[in-house]
């Protein structure tokens, strides 16, 4: 089925560092979402974007819905241990479903 | 709140037997919930959209047959794998709507395993 593209795959950076990835599709979206996955757990949503340019935080979190519509992007400063995890992008159009990103696979140093 | 859960949290069954997953959404009711399967290392894949009270909607390449969606009440829905065969065995995932928004909420999964 169809995906976002979804940058980096993963990521092995030092506890500290700030964290950056992104999504970026070929259609428009009317909502981005972003979530977290821990190892033999379901997601768990972070952040949800509704409006084109809209920049919403959530703790050390931040993510952005593209001007264009057609990307995202989310932010993590200061990481710890905690943050390790696969992070999803997905993508609303419409009707309800999710069209998902491949991931990114974080992984932190202490 | 929007807490989602699943039962049993995984099973192991027989060729050839059917298993019964069920997700309920515990402080919200859920008119639409989605059934997901992923494979280690890899993306969540939408099986199915479930709705209460009418026919569950299965994405191309989904054998309603083998994967019966039953959505009876707006707290509970449920996934029976019919005939499982070993390459049934996945991490099952579910997740409701919550209200008119698109935010969808998880399940913690079921991790099937078919010997």
Same mark, same amino acid.
């Given at each position: 089925?169809?995906?976002?593209?979804?940058s980096?795959?993963?990521?092995?950076?030092?506890?500290?560092?700030?964290?950056?990835?992104?999504?970026?599709?070929?259609?428009i979206?009317?909502?981005?979402?972003?979530?977290?996955?821990?190892?033999?757990?379901g997601?768990?949503?972070?952040i949800?974007?509704?409006?084109?340019?809209?920049?919403?935080?959530?703790?050390?979190?931040?993510?952005?819905?593209?001007?264009?519509?057609?990307?995202?992007?989310?932010?993590?400063?200061?990481?710890?241990?905690?943050?390790?995890?696969?992070?999803?992008?997905?993508?609303?159009?419409?009707?309800?479903?999710?069209?998902?990103?491949?991931?990114?696979?974080?992984?932190?140093?202490? | 709140?929007?807490?989602?859960?699943q039962?049993?949290?995984?099973?192991?069954?027989?060729?050839?037997?059917?298993?019964?997953?069920?997700?309920?959404?515990?402080?919200?009711?859920?008119?639409?919930?989605?059934?997901?399967?992923?494979?280690?290392?890899? !993306?969540?894949?939408?099986?199915?959209?479930?709705?209460?009270? !009418?026919?569950?909607?299965?994405?191309?390449?989904?054998?309603?047959?083998?994967?019966?969606?039953?959505?009876?009440?707006?707290?509970?829905?449920?996934?029976?794998?019919? !005939?499982?065969?070993?390459?049934?065995?996945?991490?099952?995932?579910?997740?409701?709507?919550?209200?008119? !928004?698109?935010?969808?909420?998880?399940?913690?999964?079921?991790?099937? @395993?078919? @010997?």
């Amino acid at each position: 089925g169809q995906q976002l593209n979804q940058s980096p795959q993963s990521m092995f950076i030092q506890e500290g560092e700030d964290v950056s990835m992104n999504c970026t599709s070929s259609s428009i979206f009317n909502t981005w979402l972003w979530y977290k996955q821990d190892p033999g757990e379901g997601p768990v949503l972070l952040i949800a974007l509704y409006k084109a340019g809209e920049l919403t935080s959530n703790g050390r979190l931040t993510a952005q819905f593209g001007i264009t519509r057609k990307d995202s992007f989310l932010n993590i400063s200061a990481s710890i241990p905690s943050d390790v995890g696969i992070y999803f992008c997905a993508g609303h159009r419409q009707g309800g479903k999710l069209i998902f990103g491949q991931g990114t696979e974080l992984s932190v140093k202490p | 709140g929007a807490v989602v859960s699943q039962h049993p949290s995984w099973v192991i069954c027989k060729s050839g037997t059917s298993v019964k997953i069920e997700c309920r959404s515990l402080d919200f009711q859920a008119t639409t919930m989605f059934w997901y399967r992923q494979f280690p290392k890899q !993306s969540l894949m939408l099986m199915a959209t479930s709705n209460e009270g !009418s026919k569950a909607t299965y994405e191309q390449g989904v054998e309603k047959d083998k994967f019966l969606i039953n959505h009876a009440s707006l707290t509970l829905s449920t996934l029976t794998v019919t !005939s499982a065969h070993p390459e049934d065995s996945s991490f099952y995932i579910c997740s409701a709507l919550v209200g008119s !928004s698109y935010e969808q909420y998880f399940g913690p999964g079921t991790r099937l @395993t078919v @010997t």
